[in-house]
């Protein structure tokens, strides 16, 4: 039998550092980011970890811990382990940079030998998890301790409940602009804020309109209404297949049953069950007879059909009243099998879920109906409001009092407080006297809370990258997107926002393969696609190809009409010689944005980035000029 000591309990300070998207650097190159991981520890982090009176507990994989006798000598080898990697950072190009995450807490540890546990660990563990790349967050034990003695700001982002701690937690970021964390807001804008219905991002934002303005569907489980089926109930009938079609059958039943899953799973949508499906008498025609047994008030039906060339997927949402709200046709070629069926389900499902949504806000959306008392409801008339105006600020702001109302009601739910994320970003797009930095510092706020709510929420994810790309936390917003990413591959809207991404850093070449990437998941999606062509116009101009920037924001204004997308192709036309296009494309632009002028543009601030800045300057601002754009 192995001897072992005795476990022993004390009280100290716990630093957790952890590496941000390591598993992404390893796969473009492991020795490499290998290498660059061994000697930021060997030069950095455990030098100055001794200098401060630390001793290194473990350093497994990416992450590293160390103990330390008092909380102050902890943030302070914490600030300086930060400032040091950004300083060593900027010699690397911005795809070779290794950023931290640290989180500080003071706890009670139980030893084991050489190995601490307990809440104390599992404190900063969760601490760590909330810092942005590059950042330092503590718990407020650790903060009362140090906020005197230390010559840097903190901020406190709110009490969270943290996952397996059951008392609450507060939480400060530590504010260090020498360890590359600026407290400037950069003006910068995300587009079209969340499309996700499953995804965007992802899990059930709907577009608004042409605008694309984002309603978050309801989390909660609702109870059904009195007098009637619950809200964003539906049955998937059985898919119905040409006599004789053995093959469509199976397709046909892939289909049903995917869809009947896949749907169960979205946020807010009951979906009757197969077995209560499976006992109702088809011969029952009338949708309000099924739709009444079945206690639903929506019905998917649809058929499978093959030829030699192709096998067609047609689904039809139906209300109970017999009125069709939706149809779509779905192609699986050559001729489908059960592998098709299995993919092209997803693209339905969220087709599905959008029109089902956009139902049930019309249903609710009546101006002179009396004002929804529960949260689910009051989602569903804030984007039926800001559907009857979708691009104006007037219409943002009133969605944001039904929010705010929702948020009344459940104070934790996630969509209402992405809701209100959502029309924060149009009161910074729209409003030209809109206090910026103030509304930037509610969105970090707001969406920080969200990710700490529902980590599993790809949306909240998205929302949160848009948080720090506006404060030009760059390495922080490809996390979260990273993020997005591994909780919903399949949503087009993630990649499209990574593009973005990859623009405002100067990155363009790659900006254009990631929007072929995501309109390749689902080119027909015009809520994404619009956003995405209008990504590859952008990328086009800062690589100076006129022609094909034309052709993709032609494409994109007949999807999305944004002010954004007349800006850059009024530069494109005018590069290209086309002025008499190019003077017409600005007269959109100024109806748009009465005041822009080309220093109201660089005032925009949308990046910091120099390769970024330097496009603009080459290929954006004399197509501005040429075009007649006023320079002030």
Known sequence: MIERAPLTRRLAAV??????AYTRHMERDDTATYVRLRDMRDRIIHPLTAAHGGHTVDT??????????????AVRAAIEIQRHIAKHNSSLPTSDRLHFRIGVNVGELIVDGERIVGDGVNVASRLEDMADAGGICISAFVYDQVHAKLPVEFQDIGTFQVKNIQRPVRVYRVLDSEAGRSDTVGRWRRGRAAHVVGGWFAASLLTVGVSGSVFVPPTETLNATAGGAPPLSIAILPFATRPGGAADSEVADVVTNELTDQLSRARGVHVASRALVAGVDRRMVPAMEVARVLNVRYLLTGEVGGSEKKTLVNARLINASGVQEWSDRFVMAPEGDIHQARDVVPRITLRVREALFAAEARRIGNPNAALPAGAADLLLRAKAVWARDPNSLAGALEARKLYDLALKSEPDNVDAL??????????????AHAPREALVQQIDSLTTRAVSIDPGDSRA??????????????????????????????????????????????????ALRMVDQALALDP?????????????????????????????????????????????LTAAYAELGDLSKAHAERLILLKERPDLTISAFRELRLSDDEAYLAQTEKYLVPGLRK???NES
């Open 60 to 73: 497994a994989g990416d992450s590293f811990l160390a103990e330390f006798a008092s909380a102050v000598a």
């Open 461 to 510: 994810w998205l929302y949160r990258a848009d948080a720090f790309a506006r404060q030009r936390r760059w390495a922080a917003a490809f996390e979260a997107n990273d993020k997005a990413q591994e909780l919903d591959p399949t949503r087009a809207g993630v990649l499209m926002d990574r593009a973005q991404l990859l623009i405002y850093t100067g990155q363009p070449a790659d």
């Open 524 to 568: 027909r999606d015009p809520q994404d696609a619009g956003w995405g062509l209008l990504q590859r116009c952008r990328a086009n101009v800062a690589l100076g190809r006129f022609q094909e920037a034309v052709k993709a924001c032609e494409q994109s204004v007949a999807q999305d009409d944004w002010w954004m997308t007349h800006l850059y």
């Open 15 to 20: 630093l957790l550092a952890d590496a941000v």
């Open 627 to 629: 075009a007649g754009l």
């Open 418 to 431: 992405l809701g209100v994320v959502h029309t924060m970003l149009y009161q910074i797009e729209l409003d």
